[in-house]
């Protein structure tokens, strides 16, 4: 049977599922594998969501996409707690119990392996369960910062929460989102809020508690320009107090609108590549938090160690650092393991990724998929991010769709970004990539936009067919070389960039497993 996580987060030394005992100061490596039959079911009941305020409608109405933008994914979506959105009768039972029933009937079942880490993380996450099913609300509780390894379980301990909070707790509006669709949806709300947010009256949300602060003025104001006084970062946010101090920044606007939305967010993924999302993600964190919003997130890295490199992180990160140690406690998952790497790789004629191959044994194997998949010869227009329309080769039924690595992460021809990779994810359920080379530092903007593109690929559970002539996910992506030189002129950190290559190598392991295509198998039977 399963054991108590209460007395395991105490005392690491207690009766584990198979008879074994393990003493205190023993190390314990954490095994999990990956729950993909439990994956979102269409037609979920959304009946708990808020109404959308005024403010928040006429900003999602401004972005002015077609189809499901990715605004839609945080107001509209059938799931709001990722892959273990459908559980059994007998799970639902444990969810409402909080964490800690549902990790321990995961243990019974052999689904998830017992680890000490992971147990203390579900048992954090369990208290806050417990404090919201208490008061009802988010005031006064603190959100959870877990930070780890690749492939050490940091995302299954958040979703077990998620899960749980959603299914016992259906009064409270909680969502589960990636760090790059949720910052997109920001910079989209951004672009519009300033001309919206003074048509509608700002109020505070009840049961949430605001937090202020007098501004410091700062040493430098900054330096006159032929228009005036141009002004950034701090200089500019301490004029804007005292002299507007009565009015909304676009970043405390589009807080409230979150925060009217939600009272949970769940972050996966927190990784900062570039200044610009450096800049925007300190102040939206702590206007959340200020709002009442509970921030639970995860990440390959401290807070403190986040951007390294990047351009001017001196002056931006110490506000993220900040916002997430004042609002969040920040705990670490250890584990030597990579879960993913594990899994048994799909072959025959399962086999998703071919490797070393180029050239006509490429073109064969790509055009054996595109057959499989009844594909056209014909491009069709697209709609990605921001409006724009993208000629893609799709199959009859428009599930699927085949690209050259040119033409989907290469500049020119044409410049795709997070946004566009998200809507091709949210269309396509398999997407064909032929001629994937082996990425290196010199091709630094190639390669960001593959990782990109593999992240929206996982979190949307997409087949990826692949061809390239790299012998494995480790010889595809290497940007360990030259990465001493800091940021790039674009504000890019290169060191973030190629440690977020761990990660997708992790990911491309589990991508190409049987397991995974045998989850999207059942993952199509549900649709």
Not at 166 to 183: G, Q
Not at 411 to 419: C, D, H, N, R, T
Not at 456 to 481: F, G, M, Q, W
Not at 507 to 517: A, I, P, V, W
Request: proline share 5%; with cysteine.
């Amino acid at each position: 049977g399963s054991c108590n996580i209460m007395l395991l987060a105490r005392r690491c030394a207690t009766l584990w599922p198979h008879g074994r005992r393990f003493g205190a100061s023993t190390t314990l490596q954490l095994h999990v594998r990956p729950i993909f039959p439990f994956l979102p079911a269409p037609g979920q009941d959304t009946a708990h969501t808020k109404p959308t305020p005024a403010g928040v409608e006429q900003a999602a109405k401004a972005i002015g996409r077609s189809g499901s933008s990715v605004f839609d994914t945080l107001q509209y979506a059938n799931s709001p707690i990722g892959r273990l959105a459908c559980l059994d009768d007998e799970s639902k039972q444990a969810a409402a119990k909080g964490p800690v029933p549902l990790y321990n009937m995961f243990v019974a079942r052999g689904v998830l392996d017992m680890n000490c880490g992971q147990a203390w993380v579900v048992y954090k996450l369990s208290a806050i369960f417990e404090g919201l099913s208490q008061q009802g609300c988010c005031k006064a509780l603190r959100g959870i910062y877990i930070h780890g390894s690749v492939g050490c379980g940091k995302t299954m301990a958040m979703d077990l929460f998620a899960a749980c909070v959603h299914i016992a707790l259906p009064h409270l509006n909680i969502y589960r989102i990636h760090l790059n669709c949720f910052l997109e949806m920001v910079h989209s709300l951004l672009r519009h809020a300033g001309g919206h947010g003074s048509d509608s009256p700002v109020t505070k949300p009840c049961n949430c508690r605001r937090v202020t602060k007098e501004p410091q003025k700062p040493f430098n104001l900054g330096r006159q320009d032929d228009r005036g006084t141009r002004r950034t970062g701090s200089a500019a946010g301490w004029v804007h107090a005292t002299r507007n101090c009565s009015v909304q920044t676009s970043v405390e606007l589009v807080a409230q609108m979150l925060a009217d939305k939600m009272d949970v967010l769940c972050l996966d993924e927190v990784s900062i590549t570039n200044l610009q999302n450096c800049v925007l993600l300190g102040p939206l964190m702590e206007a959340l938090s200020s709002q009442g919003v509970i921030v639970i997130a995860t990440s390959n890295k401290l807070p403190c160690d986040l951007y390294e490199d990047g351009l001017d992180r001196d002056l931006h990160l110490p506000k993220l650092a900040s916002a997430v140690c004042n609002h969040c406690d920040v705990l670490q998952l250890s584990s030597n393991i990579d879960h993913r790497k594990l899994l048994r790789r799909a072959e025959g004629q399962h086999t998703v990724f071919k490797w070393q191959c180029e050239g006509a044994e490429s073109q064969t194997f790509v055009d054996h998929w595109w057959r499989a998949l009844s594909g056209t010869s014909e491009r069709h227009p697209v709609s990605v991010g921001y409006g724009r329309k993208l000629p893609v080769f799709q199959s009859r039924d428009e599930r699927c769709a085949r690209f050259s690595f040119a033409d989907l992460c290469t500049f020119p021809p044409v410049a795709l970004g997070s946004a566009d990779y998200v809507e091709l994810a949210s269309r396509f359920h398999t997407l064909i990539v032929s001629d994937v080379p082996r990425l290196r530092p010199e091709a630094r903007d190639a390669a960001r936009r593959w990782t990109l593109f593999l992240d929206s690929c996982y979190e949307n559970h997409v087949r990826l067919i692949i061809s390239t002539p790299a012998t494995d996910p480790e010889d595809l992506l290497k940007l360990s070389r030259g990465m001493s030189d800091g940021g790039d002129s674009d504000g890019q950190s290169l060191k973030e960039a190629s440690f977020a290559v761990s990660r997708c190598t992790s990911r491309l392991h589990e991508m190409q497993s049987q397991f995974y295509l045998d989850a999207f198998s059942h993952r199509l039977k549900l649709e």
